[in-house]
């Protein structure tokens, strides 16, 4: 059974750093693309980042740009965002997720992790 | 505002068919087969009920369907049940280099009524 189960949200600072694990298990990691998609609390899906089954392409949302970083780790099949610089327009539930090969379509999504930027 | 338009509700009664749009540019949905939908329960993750417009996934009901037509695409939800009633977001690859690589839809809430 595919599981991805997230962990490290939690409550920061604004202008603080966070980093988002995400565990993967019942599939072949290291041949799946991998996405972070954001929530904000009664809103909308939002794209954030992408990383290819290797790690060696990567993209990000304007809206991260420079403040976050995406990687991977194949041989611990886990998936990370390290987030720093955070605001409060940050402040969501953050999903990781399979991507079916090349179709930016997700397949499986992880049960999702809060994080909350306030002072 | 979000990339991809879709209206903010729609509502049926069981048994009868519904249909949400979702409409962006040659930049995303007019230009590239890339269309996803998602269902999502309250306090639920997404779950994918069609990919490349109109591919549905293993486990999906057939009463669910994609289409596209230029720079719009669709979900058909047909003999509507209670269980449908959720948000809806579609996504689209995009070229747009300001986007980034996926753009979502602002999602629909549907009621069943």
């Known amino acids: 059974e595919v599981q991805l189960v997230e962990s490290g949200g939690g409550l920061v600072q604004p202008g603080g750093s966070l980093r988002l694990s995400c565990a993967a298990s019942?599939?072949?990691?290291?041949?799946?693309?991998m996405n972070w998609v954001r929530q904000a609390p009664g809103k909308g899906l939002e794209w954030v980042s992408y990383?290819?089954?290797?790690?060696?392409?990567?993209y990000y949302a304007d809206s991260v740009k420079g403040r976050f970083t995406i990687s991977r780790d194949n041989a611990k099949n886990s998936l990370y965002l390290q987030m720093n610089s955070l605001r409060a327009e940050d402040t969501a539930v953050y999903y990781c997720?399979?991507?079916?090969?090349?179709?930016?379509?997700?397949?499986?999504w992880g049960q999702g992790t809060l994080v909350t930027v306030s002072s | 505002q979000s990339a991809l338009t879709q209206p903010a509700s729609v509502s049926g009664s069981p048994g009868q068919s519904i249909t949400i749009s979702c409409t962006g540019t040659?930049?995303?949905?007019?230009?590239?087969?890339?269309v996803s939908w998602y269902q999502q329960h309250p306090g639920k993750a997404p779950k994918l009920m069609i990919y490349?417009?109109?591919n549905r996934p293993s486990g999906v009901s057939n009463r669910f369907s994609g289409s596209k037509s230029g720079n719009t695409a669709s979900l058909t939800i047909s003999g509507l049940q209670a269980e449908d009633e959720a948000d809806y977001y579609c996504s689209s690859y995009t070229s747009s280099s300001t986007l980034g690589g996926v753009v979502f839809g602002g999602g629909t809430k549907l009621t069943v009524l």
């Open positions: 990383i290819s089954s290797s790690g060696s392409t990567i």
């Open positions: 019942g599939f072949t990691f290291s041949s799946y693309e």
């Open positions: 490349e417009v109109s």
């Open positions: 997720a399979r991507e079916i090969v090349a179709t930016t379509a997700f397949d499986y």
């Open positions: 040659s930049s995303d949905v007019g230009g590239y087969n890339y």
